[in-house]
């Protein structure tokens, strides 16, 4: 569905409009730490969209990423004084550059692989960083975890500098997949979802898009990697390479709808949102977990493709049978569903989302 | 050199009880296209099961594997019947990578409900009891373990290779087009299949309880362990299973022994990647494509 010229940029202007101003509104610190972390969310789920959404490479190990960017930021300002508060942010970009360096030559080894064995790989990456994290108690503290200074914000609004700039890396993040679908750079991504061999045989540049995409989305997700250590100011490796994080992150994608701007963010705002919630009411209990894998598994059956491309297809579909009826119908009546008078169109391959 | 030579013995008997898992785990890919990662998690649940029915019933872990296979490989064939049919084949691989590790999510957490999360083990009278071979130490429990193992891998090439389900499921893996036309019933071969992997977990679960300490999260480790053995050794071949669990088994014990056993896990991480390095379908991937 292609929305009608100015509709896009009107949505985001709006979409950003309500997020900036929620602060203002003098909200709970509980419901302000529940948007910081979704807001962490949906970057995070925009970024993996750019790899595992747009060139089908299904990462199941962008976590180790994060708690590079996690133990970076750490690491730095164990040895570098923190006065106003926001030299952690400014110290961002180098993160996000430099972790994408680090992911090329990950990238290009794990890229010799497809599909399920590069989930297999990027997986196996996330427990050798782990490991690592574990291991090199030197840099790291091992289990026994490393701190940052606390941030010197006023308690009042202390989640207030957080929020804006992670209010400000999803307008990254959601620009560039927004360019991203609108240039070369995301055809070839759907050429490569859809079949690299023939994609790389008529003269796409497989290779560098591939590693364009990893590269990207690995640094923006280092970066929130990075604010989530200095807004928790204390790391240990479980929890800064958590395999649930990746779950989580490729949750909400699904849920949203692969491949499509604005789904992994919603995604990221119904899950987290409901993940946040049911640990608060059901404390730390281990039902969290069963009642967890069981939304999981529901979505998954229900909605292989995700929220937005299922309401995409039936507004589609309902569209083109308004169409149909108009004549016979004045009122625009619709049709009862058991009598389709367009044949059901089934989905191409390479699927054309945009909104 | 004592160090390595005990190392080499611990590796090779630890190999047999992941190449068992292992080769569940293959069998289900070769089978469904499904890399299962809940195969740790079912592996555990095994563990548990013969836990409970030795503190229960006192019923010997090693003489517990006819009962938990037969429970796993019935749950193995529910897995497959309510979670993985359902899903459309155009996107059957990456959503069921996704869909097996929610039921290995949802494993964890019915197993911390019921056992909780702190480390189990299971002390039987001979746990301790080993032997000293020209100045080596072989535990009796690793020992039995390595054998059992080797009994269940050898059934189940004999169930593959020489019974009707066994041709079935050749066939299938071969060529799953040509083997519904010729009347192999796919969802039954890929139930059964399921059933199968569950059930290999399920022994290799009690073996594996005997042999470590083990909590409701011990899955993620076992996974991470399984789905290198399987990608080192290609996806789908039990050969391939066997040398990736020989390979990644003696690497680990060796650093352990001679180096560090915190640095063990790092070992066959990075013999897996050089391994895709040189060859990204794993050892035995391409070869015998097909063959089981």
Known sequence: MRAPRGIGPARAAVFFGVLAVLPELDLAHWLLNMLVFTLMFAVMSSAWNLLGGFAGYPSLGHVAFFGIGAYAVVLWFQHHAIHNGYEPFLLLPLIGVGVA??????????????????????ITLLFVVQTLAFNLRGLTGGAQGASIAAAPFPSATYERPFYDVLLVLLAIAMGLTWAAMRSKVGLSLAAVRADEDKAAGIGVRVQAVKLLAFCVSVGL?????????????????QFAIDPLITVSIVLMTFLGGRATLWGPVIGAFILEMAQQYLAYSLGGSQFYLIG?????????????????PSI?????????????????TPSGGLRTADTPLTPRRTAPHVKETRT | MHALIQGIILGVLTAGVYALMASGQTLIFGIMKIVNMAQGALVILGAYLSYQLFTSFGIDPFLAIPITTVIMFMVGVAVQLVFLRPLHSDDRSQLSVLVTFAVALLV???MSVIWSTSDRSINTSYANASWTVLGYQITLVR????????????????????????????????????ARLLGVESERVAAIGFGLGAATAAAAGSMYGLLYPFNSGSHY??????????????LGSIGGAVTGALIISVSSAVVASTISPSWSQMTFFVVLLLVLLVRPRGLFGAAVRGAI
């Open chain 1, 101 to 122: 360096v680090v992911g090329l030559p990950v990238a290009a080894i794990a890229m010799r692989t497809r599909a399920d064995v590069f989930a297999i790989v990027t």
């Open chain 1, 221 to 237: 997700t280092a970066m929130v990697g990075a604010i989530w250590a200095y807004y928790q100011g204390f790391i240990y490796p």
């Open chain 1, 292 to 308: 967890y894998a069981l939304v999981f598994l529901v979505v998954m059956l229900l909605m292989p493709r995700g929220i937005l």
């Open chain 1, 312 to 328: 995409q297809e039936w507004l589609r579909r309902r569209r083109r049978r308004q169409v149909v009826d108009a004549p016979a």
């Open chain 2, 108 to 110: 964890e957490g019915v």
């Open chain 2, 143 to 178: 020992l039995w373990a390595f054998l059992l193992s080797l009994l269940a891998l050898a059934l189940l090439y004999l169930l593959l290779n020489r019974t009707r389900f066994g041709r079935a499921v050749r066939a299938s893996v071969q060529n799953p087009e040509s």
């Open chain 2, 221 to 234: 480790d076992l996974i991470s362990r399984l789905l290198s053995i399987v990608v080192l050794g290609g």
